[in-house]
T-cell receptor, first 115, second 112 residues
Framework: NAGVMQNPRHLVRRRGQEARLRCSPMKGHSHVYWYRQLPEEGLKFMVYLQKENIIDESGMPKERFSAEFPKEGPSILRIQQVVRGDSAAYFC?????????????FGPGTRLTVT | AQSVTQLDSHVSVSEGTPVLLRCNYSSSYSPSLFWYVQHPNKGLQLLLKYTSAATLVKGINGFEAEFKKSETSFHLTKPSAHMSDAAEYFCVATSGTYKYIFGTGTRLKVLA
C-alpha cells in the first residue's frame, strides 16, 4: 500500500508566480489535511478536506491560498502571487473515513522556495 | 487553547546511552498524544500514540512514552540510542478532533 504521495518534492517560484502543490492520499483514505512548516518551527494546521468539501480552513491565510480535493484526482494546495514569506515545507496527511481514530499519515512534503 | 511544549530544542546523547525527549501539553479535555519522527528531507513517521488506554505506550524502534496526567507530560524515552535515531522529533496533541497541535520539535543528535 503506497503511502501519501506529494509532488513536486521541491518547487522554486519567483515572487508573484503561482505555486500548485499536489497530494495523493493513501488508498482508501478520504480525509486530507494540509500543514505548513516554517523554518525552525513545528507544523501548523492549514486546512482539512474531504472529497469535494472543505471541512475546516481555519488555518489558511485569508488571501492567496486555496485548497481543493476533487472527486477524482489529488488534493491541490494553490498559492497565488507567492511572496518570500511563503517559503516553507508543506505537508499533506491523510486518514481513513469515519471517526474514532485520529491517526494521520504524512507525506514527504513539498519544499517551496520563493526567490 | 490547547498547546504542546517541547522543552528542549536540541538534545545530544552518546550512542548506547538513554534518550529522553520531554513534552508537556495543555488541554481542557483528555487528549490523544503522538510522537512523530522526521528524518532530513523525509516525511513524518509515527513512532507511537496514546489514546486513553495504557499510560505506558510502546512504539517502534525501541521507543516508549508515558502519559502522566498529573504532570501533563508525555515524555519520549529509549534505553539505548543508535546513530540512526538522529532526527527531529515532534510531540503532537489533539483533543478528540482532527486538528493536530504540534510542538516546535526536538532535534536529537547521537554522538559516536
Amino acid at each position: 500500500n503506497a503511502g501519501v504521495m506529494q509532488n513536486p518534492r521541491h518547487l522554486v517560484r519567483r515572487r508573484g508566480q503561482e505555486a500548485r502543490l499536489r497530494c495523493s492520499p493513501m488508498k482508501g483514505h478520504s480525509h486530507v489535511y494540509w500543514y505548513r512548516q516554517l523554518p525552525e518551527e513545528g507544523l501548523k494546521f492549514m486546512v482539512y478536506l474531504q472529497k469535494e468539501n472543505i471541512i475546516d480552513e481555519s488555518g489558511m491565510p485569508k488571501e492567496r491560498f486555496s485548497a481543493e480535493f476533487p472527486k477524482e484526482g489529488p488534493s491541490i494546495l494553490r498559492i497565488q502571487q507567492v511572496v518570500r514569506g511563503d517559503s516553507a515545507a508543506y505537508f499533506c496527511a491523510s486518514s481513513p473515513p469515519g471517526w474514532g481514530t485520529y491517526e494521520q499519515y504524512f507525506g514527504p512534503g513539498t519544499r517551496l522556495t520563493v526567490t | 487553547a490547547q498547546s504542546v511544549t517541547q522543552l528542549d530544542s536540541h538534545v545530544s546523547v552518546s550512542e548506547g546511552t538513554p534518550v529522553l525527549l520531554r513534552c508537556n501539553y495543555s488541554s481542557s479535555y483528555s487528549p490523544s498524544l503522538f510522537w512523530y519522527v522526521q528524518h532530513p528531507n523525509k516525511g513524518l513517521q509515527l513512532l507511537l500514540k496514546y489514546t486513553s488506554a495504557a499510560t505506558l505506550v510502546k512504539g517502534i524502534n525501541g521507543f516508549e512514552a508515558e502519559f502522566k496526567k498529573s504532570e501533563t507530560s508525555f515524555h519520549l524515552t529509549k534505553p539505548s540510542a543508535h546513530m540512526s535515531d538522529a532526527a527531529e522529533y515532534f510531540c503532537v496533541a489533539t483533543s478528540g478532533t482532527y486538528k493536530y497541535i504540534f510542538g516546535t520539535g526536538t532535534r536529537l543528535k547521537v554522538l559516536a
